[in-house]
């Protein structure tokens, strides 16, 4: 840019107390570059937004714990989905006989399944 400005001085042959800043030159050559070439964009920064799961926007509506299928006499336990993946806190296995009707993954009553259906990243 800066030999731009100087080419620009010595063709216009201006006078040197009435040049304009260099920081002027620049600002006119974007802005008429733009006026030329630009297209409007969003002011959007950094990473577009992921859309959330389906069990998260509408997770009461469809969502709600139910027992799990009896065999032998027995509710068969399965294990707690946000326990064993968890990032938030220490993993463990968890059984549980309930699980949602819905997603049919295992959760443990109360914080795991209102977890699992209102973070993403639980």
């Known amino acids: 840019m800066l030999n731009a400005y100087n080419l620009w001085l010595v063709k216009k042959n201006i006078d040197p107390s009435?040049?304009?800043?260099?920081r002027e030159f620049v600002y006119n050559v974007?802005?008429?570059l733009l006026e030329d070439f630009g297209?409007?964009?969003t002011n959007l920064k950094g990473r577009r937004?992921?859309?959330?799961p389906d069990r998260i926007i509408d997770a009461y509506s469809r969502?709600?714990?139910?027992?799990?299928e009896i065999v032998n006499g027995k509710r068969k336990p399965r294990d707690c989905y946000v326990c064993?993946?968890?990032?938030?806190?220490q993993k463990k296995r968890t059984r549980v006989v309930i699980i949602c009707n819905e997603c049919n993954i295992g959760l443990c009553?109360?914080?795991c399944f209102r977890d699992?259906?209102?973070l993403k990243n639980f």
Request: no cysteine; hydrophobic share 15%; glycine share 4%.
């Open 49 to 52: 937004p992921n859309p959330m």
């Open 18 to 22: 009435k040049k304009p800043k260099l």
């Open 109 to 111: 009553i109360g914080d």
């Open 63 to 68: 969502h709600y714990p139910v027992n799990t």
């Open 84 to 89: 064993k993946h968890t990032t938030r806190r």
């Open 39 to 41: 297209e409007p964009t």
């Open 116 to 118: 699992y259906h209102t």
């Open 30 to 32: 974007a802005y008429q």
